[in-house]
């Protein structure tokens, strides 16, 4: 597993990283992102959560690609984005029987396979 590890940890934060990326376009163009990736009804008055969710999530988007390089970095933001992506799974799982949860399910499926990803990452443990 640890060789598996070794070989992989770059390639996967910048493909997961790129993948939670995804969400930054929330910060830039919150109605569209709401209507066409979340499937849900655009509100306005909503538009700066929006915009402050997507950002916050860009950056650890951002963050997981660079600790890619900067292995110093690796584990703050590894343990933050594991906490992150495992409350985002919770609550999609405590809302799935909700209409509304149903934009969410492709977020949902990236998180978890991150998330076993990064348990596998650090249960390996040479941190």
Not at 4 to 16: C, E, G, Q
Not at 33 to 60: C, N, R
Not at 78 to 101: G, R
Request: hydrophobic content about 55%; charged content about 15%; proline content about 3%.
């Amino acid at each position: 597993m640890k060789n598996f590890i070794d070989k992989t940890i770059k390639p996967f934060l910048v493909i997961a990283g790129l993948g939670t990326c995804g969400a930054g376009l929330l910060a830039f163009s919150p109605q569209f992102s709401v209507e066409k990736m979340f499937k849900l009804p655009f509100a306005g008055d909503y538009t700066i959560f929006f915009q402050h969710w997507g950002f916050m999530v860009l950056l650890v988007g951002i963050f997981m690609i660079i600790s890619a390089f900067k292995v110093g970095w690796r584990t703050p933001i590894l343990i933050y984005s594991a906490i992150e992506k495992v409350f985002f799974v919770y609550l999609y799982l405590f809302n799935i029987n909700h209409s509304f949860s149903a934009g969410f399910q492709g977020g949902a499926i990236m998180d978890s396979i991150i998330v076993v990803y990064l348990l596998l990452y650090f249960w390996k443990g040479d941190r």
